[in-house]
């Protein structure tokens, strides 16, 4: 005799749009926009920019959520069609509140005709009168109706894709990677900005902003320097394979180098790693080769290994990547590293090494896609001043 058994299938991801929130300080709202294709592939969307995500796992009730190349992943229980759950990102501790709405596209809530235009340039102080905290930075905002994307570059780099509204005169703008998670609000006028920065439930800032169509941040060139007596670095630090690799290795003998600092859980380095792989990729036949140094917060070798060879695979990153620190990111414990540099302000930082092995240029942060024409800009320069090294 044969009994039936039932059987339950297992709760899968709706196909369509949900409208996520993350829960960040002073009860305020970080909204973030993904859209399922299937139970095992959605997309987040970031104004211009497209996260696919092709990592989603389910137990039981919930779902597991994972990134593309950051550590940071999504758990979640299912309330009917909707989600709630948890961002985490263990190696820091950092677990944020979650939720999801199904069939709900709108990433901010409007409740006022839009009475201020935030398109144009702004010159911003963060933490202004703060002398540990305070820092500069460039806005650059399109507004359409009550719709608003843009960015803010600062000395280091980018914010990356913001998107969101003018709610009256209230600006609300927000991005969500899976490694970074941001929030800006802000009272807008014809002519300030007065607002909020938060990053995830860990911290906030306020900042403040005036129009200045012709402001410009400080050269990248010039932050970063080799201290007096110096004309070139050196260092060794293991791969992946755990073999020790260095500058003085054969493999740069008589070749342009550049040096990348970096770490996988940083976005901007993302961003310039992935222009990199593509500029190797297409200039193997020259004389240049690139190496980058990561710098990793995971808590073991193991764990921090794992994070580079992840980017490498998803990116297609066919040059070696070092593993210079591990159980921190601390920018003074990265120059202890490299002691010849005056310091380490940013990650990601270049050096541009010529044939004879004299660093030739330090170019501090990493204006990436977000900013548009800088963007551009940086990539022309990038490639008029290696292919002047390479004609030496």
Same mark, same amino acid.
Request: proline letters at 3%; hydrophobic letters at 35%; a negative charge.
């Given at each position: 005799?044969?009994?039936?058994?039932?059987?339950?299938?297992?709760?899968?991801?709706?196909?369509?749009?949900?409208?996520?929130?993350?829960?960040?300080?002073?009860?305020?709202?970080?909204?973030?926009?993904?859209?399922?294709?299937?139970?095992?592939?959605?997309?987040?969307?970031?104004?211009?920019?497209?996260?696919?995500?092709? &990592?989603?796992?389910?137990?039981?009730?919930?779902?597991?959520?994972?990134?593309?190349?950051?550590?940071?992943? #999504?758990?979640?229980?299912?309330?009917?069609?909707?989600?709630?759950?948890?961002?985490?990102?263990?190696?820091?501790?950092?677990?944020?509140?979650?939720?999801?709405?199904?069939?709900?596209?709108?990433?901010? &809530?409007?409740?006022?005709?839009?009475?201020?235009?935030?398109?144009?340039?702004?010159?911003?102080?963060?933490?202004?009168?703060?002398?540990?905290?305070?820092?500069?930075?460039?806005?650059?905002?399109?507004?359409?109706?009550?719709?608003?994307?843009?960015?803010?570059?600062?000395?280091?780099?980018?914010?990356?894709?913001?998107?969101?509204?003018?709610?009256?005169?209230?600006?609300?703008?927000?991005?969500?990677?899976?490694?970074?998670?941001?929030?800006?609000?802000?009272?807008?006028?014809?002519?300030?900005?007065?607002?909020?920065?938060?990053?995830?439930?860990?911290?906030?800032?306020?900042?403040?902003?005036?129009?200045?169509?012709?402001?410009?941040?400080?050269?990248?060139?010039?932050?970063?320097?080799?201290?007096?007596?110096?004309?070139?670095?050196?260092?060794?630090?293991?791969?992946?394979?755990?073999?020790?690799?260095?500058?003085?290795?054969?493999?740069?003998?008589?070749?342009?180098?550049?040096?990348?600092?970096?770490?996988?859980?940083?976005?901007?380095?993302?961003?310039?790693?992935?222009?990199?792989?593509?500029?190797?990729?297409?200039?193997?036949?020259?004389?240049?080769?690139?190496?980058?140094?990561?710098?990793?917060?995971?808590?073991?070798?193991?764990?921090?290994?794992?994070?580079?060879?992840?980017?490498?695979?998803?990116?297609? #990153?066919?040059?070696?990547?070092?593993?210079?620190?591990?159980?921190?990111?601390?920018?003074?414990?990265?120059?202890?590293?490299?002691?010849?540099?005056?310091?380490?302000?940013?990650?990601?930082?270049?050096?541009?090494?010529?044939?004879?092995?004299?660093?030739?240029?330090?170019?501090?942060?990493?204006?990436?896609?977000?900013?548009?024409?800088?963007?551009?800009?940086?990539?022309?320069?990038? &490639?008029?001043?290696?292919?002047?090294?390479?004609?030496?």
């Amino acid at each position: 005799m044969v009994s039936c058994k039932s059987e339950t299938t297992p709760k899968t991801l709706q196909i369509g749009t949900y409208r996520a929130v993350l829960d960040v300080q002073d009860n305020e709202a970080l909204p973030f926009i993904f859209e399922a294709e299937s139970a095992t592939k959605l997309k987040v969307f970031n104004a211009e920019e497209v996260i696919e995500v092709d &990592e989603i796992a389910y137990r039981n009730d919930s779902v597991f959520i994972k990134l593309p190349v950051f550590e940071g992943f #999504i758990a979640a229980k299912f309330e009917g069609n909707n989600l709630k759950g948890q961002f985490i990102k263990e190696s820091l501790d950092r677990v944020v509140p979650f939720s999801a709405e199904y069939n709900n596209d709108a990433r901010f &809530e409007v409740k006022s005709k839009s009475t201020q235009n935030s398109t144009g340039i702004w010159e911003t102080v963060f933490s202004k009168g703060n002398a540990e905290d305070e820092y500069i930075a460039k806005g650059i905002f399109k507004q359409e109706g009550d719709k608003v994307i843009g960015t803010f570059r600062t000395t280091t780099g980018d914010y990356r894709y913001l998107e969101g509204v003018m709610d009256g005169d209230q600006m609300k703008l927000s991005t969500f990677d899976g490694s970074h998670a941001f929030l800006f609000t802000a009272k807008v006028t014809d002519s300030t900005m007065e607002g909020l920065f938060y990053s995830g439930n860990h911290w906030k800032e306020p900042f403040v902003a005036k129009r200045n169509v012709s402001y410009e941040l400080p050269e990248a060139d010039d932050l970063t320097f080799l201290k007096e007596g110096y004309d070139r670095i050196d260092f060794e630090f293991p791969n992946t394979s755990g073999e020790l690799i260095s500058l003085s290795d054969d493999r740069f003998n008589d070749k342009v180098v550049i040096v990348q600092i970096m770490g996988t859980w940083c976005p901007n380095c993302l961003d310039e790693s992935k222009y990199y792989a593509e500029f190797y990729e297409n200039n193997k036949d020259k004389d240049i080769e690139f190496i980058a140094l990561a710098f990793e917060y995971a808590k073991t070798k193991e764990e921090a290994f794992s994070r580079i060879e992840r980017l490498q695979e998803k990116i297609g #990153i066919d040059y070696p990547i070092l593993l210079a620190q591990y159980g921190t990111s601390d920018k003074v414990k990265a120059q202890e590293k490299l002691p010849m540099l005056n310091h380490v302000l940013s990650y990601p930082t270049s050096i541009y090494i010529d044939k004879t092995g004299k660093v030739r240029k330090i170019h501090t942060g990493f204006n990436g896609p977000a900013t548009g024409e800088k963007y551009v800009e940086f990539k022309d320069e990038f &490639e008029a001043f290696v292919g002047r090294l390479l004609e030496e």
